[in-house]
């Protein structure tokens, strides 16, 4: 939940550039993920929604998978890294140019857990 102001942010500067569909991992998530964002939310019980994410390769919740309309490569699984650690101009930018837009620095640094 933390992510979902940032990530809302995001979709609001992108002015339309961007689409966030929400697809919830637990029936009770649904609105809690979903509501109040402009996100569209694919629905718990919607009958591809298992399939989507298998064929999106989800291995983590929340993900943010950045696919490129046009052509429907993906660009990034990595989304959620690349929206923290860039500003929505210039992620639109890289993306455009069909780059994942991420922060090698903050990918690898949110991958170590120093205690």
């Known amino acids: 939940l ?3 102001p940032i990530l809302t942010d995001f979709i609001q500067q992108s002015h339309s550039e961007c689409t966030c569909i929400c ?3 637990h029936e009770d998530n649904q609105d809690l993920l979903c509501g109040g964002t ?12 298992t399939a989507l994410l298998q064929l999106l390769s989800v291995s983590e919740v929340p993900s943010v998978i950045v696919i ?8 990034t699984d990595k989304g959620m890294i ?11 930018k890289r993306w455009r ?7 090698w620095t903050k990918t690898i640094q ?3 857990r120093i205690s």
């Open 82 to 92: 690349a929206v923290e650690s860039n500003g929505a101009q210039e992620l639109l």
């Open 23 to 25: 697809i919830p991992n």
């Open 68 to 75: 490129e309309n046009a052509t429907g490569r993906r660009l």
């Open 2 to 4: 933390r992510f979902r």
């Open 38 to 49: 402009g996100f569209s939310c694919l629905s718990w019980s919607h009958p591809n929604r």
């Open 97 to 103: 140019r069909q780059e994942t837009g991420q922060n």
């Open 110 to 112: 949110s991958g170590c």
